[in-house]
């Protein structure tokens, strides 16, 4: 059962079209890298899946209902989804156990001590629970990256959207943890030895367009477009 489902999405910002008929599906579970040269699309459609960016054709789903229909109620999709940038993630001017707490007793109503609760169990997934106290500025990247994804994971979200973040620390590790406990995921990187180690299929966006996707490895080994082989040769470079 598919818990994500794009269809022919096509996304114009002024008279400039980012995402030219993008078809995808996420099943339950699975793990998908997005993968492409920057200014192929990559963030605007995580941000088309989290509702956050209006689309003008095509349809976008989640658990089987399609989130793009007018009326729909978006606070209630983003509830269900977690997203990570790879950096602003945090309100500078709160602490870290203010940072999680947030969401779950404004949004969820869920009381602050409980939430309070909440925070520390997040935080020592995150292995992060002696920062509760600490404020985003006190913390090094890697750090800062895991509070994020604590506080996304205090929301019990269906799926997680990955903004290309910082695989620094302990991030990387984490990462392969919430794979292993299951969690559906979408993860824009441009980490291609990461992105074949942990994604059960990797996506290529190319102009606006998913230019060649499948299985992860094989995909990555050989490429059938010229395109992504000329993505991935310039890469390997670096
Ligand atoms: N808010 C916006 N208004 C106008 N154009 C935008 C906006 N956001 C993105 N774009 C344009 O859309 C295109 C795709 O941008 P996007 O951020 O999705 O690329 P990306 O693949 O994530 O790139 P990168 O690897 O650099 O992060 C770019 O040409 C960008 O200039
Ligand atoms: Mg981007």
Redesign the pocket.
């Known amino acids: 059962m598919s818990l994500v489902d794009l269809n022919d999405v096509v996304k114009h910002?002024?008279q400039?079209t980012?995402l030219n008929g993008v078809s995808l599906t996420v099943a339950k579970g699975e793990i998908v890298a997005i993968i492409?040269?920057?200014?192929?699309?990559?963030?605007?459609?995580l941000r088309c899946v989290d509702g956050l960016e209006p689309i003008q054709g095509g349809t976008i789903s989640f658990d089987g209902t399609v989130i793009n229909d007018l009326g729909m109620d978006l606070r209630k999709l983003r509830q269900h989804v977690g997203i990570v940038f790879q950096s602003f993630n945090l309100f500078p001017h709160l602490s870290v156990e203010e940072n999680i707490t947030l969401a779950p007793n404004v949004v969820k109503r869920v009381p602050l001590a409980e939430a309070r609760r909440l925070a520390e169990t997040v935080l020592q997934k995150v292995g992060q629970a002696e920062k509760i106290d600490a404020y985003p500025n006190q913390l090094s990247g890697g750090q800062q990256q895991c509070v994020a994804i604590a506080r996304s994971l205090a929301m019990s979200p269906q799926l997680m959207l990955f903004?290309?973040p910082e695989l620094v620390g302990e991030v990387p590790k984490l990462l392969e943890e919430m794979a292993r406990d299951g969690m559906t995921m979408i993860l824009?990187t441009?980490e291609i030895g990461f992105a074949r180690q942990i994604a059960d299929r990797v996506a290529f966006?190319h102009q606006g367009r998913i230019w060649e996707e499948g299985p992860a490895a094989a995909t990555l080994a050989r490429p059938r477009t010229p395109e992504l082989e000329t993505f991935l040769s310039a890469v390997s470079l670096h």
């Open positions: 910002y002024g400039h980012v492409g040269r920057s200014g192929s699309g990559k963030s605007t459609l903004d290309d824009v441009h966006m």
